[in-house]
């Protein structure tokens, strides 16, 4: 099954900076990868995905990237704010694969310091 | 539209009760997934259905732990002889996959403490 590793763990960065969250997986026939923002208290939401025919996609201040020779996506947030601190989770899904599910990473604590 | 619903909201239990819990996913999605989340962990993948097929059952985390789902609709998730270690927040989520949208949503969840 897919295995999808995520760091850092925890990240503080000051606002106003970049944060950079990376996540590898395993199954090359992964080829949808989404990003989940869980604000605390609050339920995971969708905030970027993206899919294997595209290496990079911008939705404002968001922007996520892949690399599917390496097996590796990242979340770019510039100008970070103090709305961006929650816990992001990336994951993994084979669209073209039937009954397979979509695994999660294990999260990123974002901090950011005003 | 309405979104994922779950019930209850919270639910205290005392060690060695069962519980059940609920959720009602978005009308029409076919996949449904359970995710355990402990106090400031992450998702912890319970079990998945999808559609009509053997839903995966791959990450209940004991036999005390079983999950029904009717049809495309309703799921319930039971806890038997429950443990103090259960108490955490049980999320479940929908999707519909082979509407070519993988976007999970998620139900608000149901806190669960075992006293």
């Known amino acids: 099954g897919e295995n999808v590793e995520q760091h850092p763990s925890t990240l503080s960065v000051q606002e106003g900076d970049s944060a950079v969250i990376k996540c590898t997986y395993s199954d090359s026939a992964s080829n949808y990868f989404p990003w989940y923002k869980q604000e605390l208290g609050k339920r995971p939401q969708l905030i970027i995905d993206?899919?294997?025919?595209?290496g990079e996609k911008k939705d404002q201040r968001i922007a996520v990237t892949l690399n599917k020779t390496a097996k590796h996506f990242s979340l770019h947030i510039t100008e970070t704010q103090p709305e961006d601190s929650a816990v992001y989770f990336c994951a993994a899904y084979p669209a073209n694969f039937g009954n397979e599910k979509l695994t999660f990473g294990t999260g990123t604590r974002l901090t950011i310091i005003p | 539209g309405a979104g994922v619903s779950q019930s209850p909201s919270n639910k205290v239990t005392e060690k060695g009760k069962d519980v059940e819990l609920r959720c009602d996913p978005i009308s029409g999605h076919t996949a449904l997934y359970w995710y355990r989340q402990r106090l400031g962990q992450g998702l912890e993948f319970l079990i998945y259905?999808?559609?009509?097929?053997?839903?995966?059952k791959s990450g209940l985390p004991s036999d005390r732990f079983s999950a029904e789902r009717t049809g495309e609709s309703v799921s319930t998730l039971t806890i038997q002889r429950t443990q103090q270690e259960d108490s955490a927040v049980y999320l479940c989520?929908?999707?519909?996959?082979?509407?070519?949208?993988?976007?999970?949503?998620f139900g608000p969840g149901t806190r669960l403490t075992v006293t």
């Open positions: 993206i899919r294997s025919n595209v």
């Open positions: 989520a929908s999707s519909s996959p082979l509407a070519d949208s993988y976007e999970q949503y």
């Open positions: 259905f999808q559609g009509n097929s053997a839903p995966d």
